[in-house]
Every structure is written in C-alpha cells, then in structure tokens.
C-alpha cells in the first residue's frame, strides 16, 4: 500500500520527458526492411535521458542485426527488463551484457546458472517482486507469476500509462488492471504479446469489451498475440490499432490530445 501512494502521489499527472519513443528491435512480424523478423520480442524504450531496453529477443545475431540496421549504441543502454525467462525473451541477455556490462538487470525471477554468469561478468541484478520504480516516470508491475513468473512495463505520460508486456502469461487484462491499480490514470496504449488469446469470436468479444472497460485507448498486439486475434483488435480499434513489427519506431509527443 505504500508503494502505490508513493507511486500516486509522486506521478498521478506524468511527467514530460522532453522526447518518448518506443523502437521495436526484435518481433515476429517484419516491419523496416532490412531489420529481420523472427519468433521473440525486444523493444527499446527512450525516455528523455532514459534508455531501457525490454526484453532481448531470441538470437543474439539477429538482434545485434537488427540494432546496426536501427542505429542503436548498445553502449548508451543502462537499463534492461526481461519481462520473463523464456529464450525468446531472454536469449539475447548474455551476449548483449558481454558487449555492455555496465547495465543492470531486472528479472522477474533467476536461475542459479543466470548467477553464475553475472557474477562471472559483474552484472548488477535485481529480482523484483514488487511493484518498483525504475526511472522518471517508469515503473514494473512486479512478479504476476501464476506459474510463469512475468512482469511488465509501465511507462507514466501526459498521454496516459503506456504498458509493455512481454507475452503476457498472467493475462494481459490483468496486467492492464494491475498497472491501474498502481498508477492511477487512463491506458493509453498497450503492446506487447497477448498470449493465450480466446478461440471462440464470442470469447475475443469478452476480451475487447474488457480492454474498452479498462479504459484502454490504443492497441498494439505484438509477437505472439496471434493473427485471429489482430483481427479482431483491429476491426474493434480502428486507427487506434497500431500494427508492430521489427523496425518500428512509435514517437510520443507531450501533448495530451495526440
Ligand atoms: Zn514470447
Ligand atoms: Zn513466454
């Protein structure tokens, strides 16, 4: 409870940052020609001074591919989320802190053999449970394990709260009504994987009408979110849904009528 007064007090309007981008270094859909797509997720938040990078993709040479083609100094990174220990959230992790070990790391949960090698390469590690501040306006849900542990990203605007999931294993309805428990404003937009989508039109139906409840603005289904369930997040979204795929880049300006 105190970590969400501190949290609605401190923020509860959202600050600026004089310049908010999200690129997408790493996704199953193609996007930028030349960037590759491939089974996984990375993208990488700038907010203001802050660099964060969530997630690291599957294949380290596919996302080092990726980030040349990008034009992304590893070296300015200073911040990385896994959002959970699957390979095609992780994969990338080791090779990338090899090339910037100064970064810290923020896991959901570790494994004794993860230890070893950040011990073996110094890396500053965290394993966060709680819902934490990591930066000027950004914040994690904390561990929604139910089985998989997984976190997510809140990123707190003039906008409203931009949320970044990873496959979203805990339900991406209940991370959305987790970071509104936290943070106390509307959802301007949430991407990410929406894992485990319903079969049935009827269930896909339930879904959105939750996403409209939550107050949910845009929408942007990424990596494993699958092809039925973009459509029907588009068809419901319109041109508040927003296609993702390896080389996008979303800029968000400070205004709060965008
Ligand atoms: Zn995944
Ligand atoms: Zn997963």
Not at 53 to 75: A, E, Q, R
Not at 113 to 118: L, W
Not at 197 to 205: D, N, V, Y
Not at 221 to 236: Q, V, Y
């Amino acid at each position: 409870m105190i970590i969400v007064l501190v949290i609605f007090c401190v923020w509860g309007a959202g600050p600026s940052y004089g310049g908010l981008s999200i690129t997408v270094v790493y996704d199953n859909s193609p996007y930028l020609e030349g960037a590759t797509a491939d089974w996984g997720f990375s993208c990488l938040v700038k907010a203001g001074r802050e660099k964060i990078l969530f997630d690291t993709g599957k294949d380290s040479s596919i996302f080092f591919s990726n980030i040349t083609k990008l034009g992304i100094d590893l070296k300015t990174i200073n911040t990385i989320v896994i959002s959970h220990l699957h390979e095609d959230h992780f994969g990338g992790l080791f090779p990338i802190m090899e090339k910037q070990p100064k970064a810290t790391v923020f896991l959901p949960t570790s494994t004794p053999e993860m230890q070893v090698q950040f011990q073996a390469l110094k890396i500053r590690n965290i394993t966060v449970e709680k819902p934490i501040q990591i930066g000027k306006g950004l914040f994690l849900t904390g561990d929604m394990g139910t089985g998989i542990n997984e976190q997510a990203l809140i990123i707190n605007t003039p906008l409203g709260l931009i949320i970044i999931a990873g496959c979203s294993h805990p339900g991406i309805t209940n991370i959305i009504s987790k970071a509104k428990g936290l943070i106390h404003r509307p959802v301007y937009l949430v991407i990410g994987g929406f894992h485990s989508m319903p079969e049935t039109t009827e269930g896909m139906f339930e879904v959105i009408e939750k996403f409209r409840s939550l107050g949910v603005r845009k929408v942007g289904p990424a990596h494993c979110t699958d092809e039925k369930a973009k459509a029907f997040f588009k068809a419901a979204y319109g041109k508040n849904y927003i296609s993702i795929g390896a080389g996008k880049t979303l800029n968000f300006s400070n205004k709060k009528n965008e």
